[in-house]
């Protein structure tokens, strides 16, 4: 019994430093940006930033949530349904690559973007090979070899620290990731003959695509209304206050992830059970969550909000907590429209929010909307799934 808790503090521990380390590098990044050169500089940096996230996830098109379920239920043929999905998403780079071109960036940043976005599409290819073989502990070190990748270079670029160079080195660090992964499974995963371009890869997948998708603009479109808004220095700031309240959402899938095949398989009840769970593991995760972040944006960047940012955080984090497993329930039941449809929702209520509050008392007004957005997703999650669970018992 012992031995069966370690096994799972460990993979829970590595799960959640794999996760946690490219926010890590984004936040660290940010800190030496702003002490070497000013706000101003990582806050135009967000542009690409949000170009690149915003590419590779459509690029993903529910590569890990729709390869885990497929792993799960074809366990003899996980090679050929990861070339399928990989071949399928390579189509969508011509349709990404002509948006680089009309963006305003120079030809190099340019060519850093297009190496950014190719090589990321292969790195995140194995994501679901990550999380299916609970492979993290090389997962980690592949991430803290891309860490000193980027770390390296803006110290080397310390003196004249800019967009090219931050450009530069984020993308190298997808080069590096996609060979070293490549390189490890490379030998089970890309073996053997190619299938032929599917096209209904994109319907079949698309729930969990969406589900995705939406889900990064649950969690981003508040920033996005502030960089449209506000100047590049309040852009700037708000990012790495929204990346260190991210850390403590982040537990709940640090929870959760590395053992979704497994709480597919529990009965309803029993998820229920474990939702309530988690939900005081929120609450704990907030209460020491939210002074750490205190401490770090005014020790480790100079600065200083006012307290009702942190009261509105802690408000936007905790959800998250408690609709994790509700979400799994309704994946168990092939119900995953009804959670796009929650998150559909709040991304909705989340755009009416800023468009009010945002332009009228700025960064506050940004984050009241996304936990405006996370409370609209809970209710409507846990009234989804207590209606399938009340037809399942019917």
């Not at 967000?46 to 366990?75: C, Q, T, V, Y």
């Not at 690559?97 to 940043?109: A, D, G, K, R």
């Not at 309240?245 to 982040?250: D, T």
């Not at 009416?352 to 509050?357: D, E, I, P």
Request: aromatic share 16%.
């Amino acid at each position: 019994m012992k031995d069966k808790w370690l096994y799972r503090f460990r993979i829970i521990g590595l799960h959640g430093l794999h996760q946690i380390l490219p926010a890590f590098i984004n936040l660290a990044s940010a800190w030496w940006v702003i002490l070497n050169s000013s706000e101003d500089v990582w806050g135009a940096f967000l542009d690409p930033l949000i170009m690149a996230g915003i590419g590779l996830h459509i690029l993903s098109w529910g590569n890990k949530e729709f390869l885990l379920r497929a792993f799960a239920l074809r366990p003899d043929a996980i090679p050929v349904l990861w070339k399928q999905a990989l071949v399928a998403r390579g189509a969508i780079l011509f349709m990404i690559i002509p948006l680089v071109f009309l963006s305003e960036w120079t030809p190099e940043q340019m060519t850093w973007m297009l190496t950014w976005i190719f090589f990321g599409y292969i790195r995140h290819s194995y994501d679901v090979v990550v999380v299916y073989e609970k492979d993290f502990g090389r997962a980690v070190l592949i991430e803290l070899g891309a860490m000193a990748i980027v770390f390296g270079g803006l110290y080397l670029s310390r003196e004249s620290i800019g967009l090219t160079e931050l450009m530069r080195y984020f993308a190298l660090s997808q080069v590096f990731r996609a060979i070293v992964f490549s390189l490890i499974y490379g030998k089970n995963y890309l073996s053997g003959p190619f299938p032929q371009l599917q096209f209904r890869y994109f319907s079949t997948a698309l729930p969990f695509f969406l589900l995705g998708f939406v889900g990064m603009l649950v969690s981003r479109t508040d920033l996005y209304f502030v960089v449209y808004y506000l100047d590049d220095a309040a852009a700037g700031r708000y990012q790495i206050l929204v990346n260190l309240f991210a850390y403590i959402q982040a537990g709940a899938g640090f929870l959760v992830s590395p053992f979704a095949r497994n709480i597919y398989r529990l009965p309803d009840r029993t998820i229920v059970r474990l939702a309530l769970k988690f939900s005081l593991g929120g609450v704990v995760a907030v209460a020491v969550g939210i002074p750490v972040v205190y401490f770090l944006l005014l020790v480790g960047f100079g600065f200083s909000f006012p307290w009702a940012y942190f009261v509105v955080g802690a408000i936007c984090a905790l959800p998250v907590y408690i609709y994790s497993c509700f979400i799994l329930l309704l994946f168990k039941h092939h119900q995953q429209q009804k959670v796009v449809l929650a998150n559909v929702g709040g991304i909705l209520i989340n755009i009416a929010v800023n468009l009010v509050l945002t332009p009228r008392i700025g960064l506050l007004g940004a984050l009241a909307g996304s936990a405006i957005c996370h409370w609209f997703i809970l209710v409507m999650v846990i009234y989804y799934a207590t209606r399938e669970r009340e037809k399942v018992l019917n």
